[in-house]
């Protein structure tokens, strides 16, 4: 890659690495993004139109763009946090971060299907030309 591209390889590695830093967690609190989610979002949408044009695998970008959904003004919820042996506990402990975890899931959810539509039409032009 060019030079052209070294800020948006520094804000992906970054961000992959709080990423691997915090896998298992079903919410993060957003603060621990070590920049803004809009600049995230221009960096891998850039990262992508690159991958497309060089036709490289984009996968791991598509996913960690959908991942920023994980982020929100909440507290950390690790899969271990809402693990319990006890049925009752770990009904308790879901309940209350269910609606946290539902938005979560829901952002998720809108960033994977944005995505994949900005995908489409990228490669949709790239090989009408």
């Excluded at 621990?32 to 139109?49: E, G, S, T, W, Y």
């Amino acid at each position: 890659m060019t030079d052209e591209f070294k800020n948006e390889i520094k804000i992906i590695n970054a961000y992959a690495a709080i990423l691997e830093k915090y896998s298992g967690y079903m919410v993060i609190n957003e603060t621990r993004l070590p920049h803004k989610k809009d600049n995230i979002k221009k960096a891998l949408k850039l990262m992508i139109a690159q991958s497309i044009l060089a036709n490289q695998s984009l996968e791991s970008l598509i996913t960690g763009y959908m991942q920023l959904g994980q982020f929100q003004k909440y507290q950390d919820v690790s899969n271990e946090d809402l693990l319990d042996p006890d049925p009752k506990k770990y009904l308790e402990k879901s309940a209350k971060h269910k609606k946290m975890i539902d938005k979560s899931n829901k952002d998720s959810n809108t960033l994977y299907e944005e995505i994949n539509l900005l995908v489409k039409v990228m490669k949709d032009k790239v090989k009408s030309k």
